[in-house]
């Protein structure tokens, strides 16, 4: 693995890092995008994500048919949002279901990590975009109240827009 890449992998774990949900989007059987709040629980060195789910659910049965999903995260506090278009698979691994368990998953789970429906999503990242303001909160909340009462476009400097290329 290149350092580019390393970099590159750093970086997206940084932008979506303190991003406790993201929305994970599917194509269900009739060709309609479905979503739904998902946690992500790592992003590995190559930068795929990786999701723990249900072998039971719609999710799940998705990406069995359809695996190209997409899944954006938001903090609108910070004025950060990055979208993420990849290839899902499905991951029945229990050594991995192991590694990444935790007391927030079991919450979801109460039969515990042995659930023979307990399974994993795994994200391949190809096209990955970031928005990310530089301007702090309390900033953007005046420059958006004077353009409301002025009536022209906030004079905030354009977020930061950009390409992770995985």
Known sequence: MSNDHTSQVAELTDK?????????TTTDQHGHLISQPMTNQEVDAD????????????LWHNIGTSPNVN??????????????????????????IDALWN??????????KDDPHVVLVKVASSTVQ???????????????AKAVITGSRPALDPADHGHIKL
Request: glycine share 4%; net charge negative.
């Open 47 to 58: 930068g795929a994500l990786w999701f723990f789910t249900s072998s039971s659910t719609e």
């Open 103 to 112: 007391p927030m998953v079991a919450a979801w789970f109460p039969n515990g």
């Open 16 to 24: 979506i890092k303190s991003v406790r949900f993201a929305m994970f």
């Open 71 to 96: 899944v954006s995260f938001a903090e609108p506090e910070d004025a950060l949002y990055v979208s993420i278009s990849g290839v899902a698979e499905r991951v029945v691994e229990r050594a991995r």
């Open 130 to 144: 970031y928005w990310d303001s530089k301007e702090n909160k309390l900033t953007r909340m005046v420059e958006m």
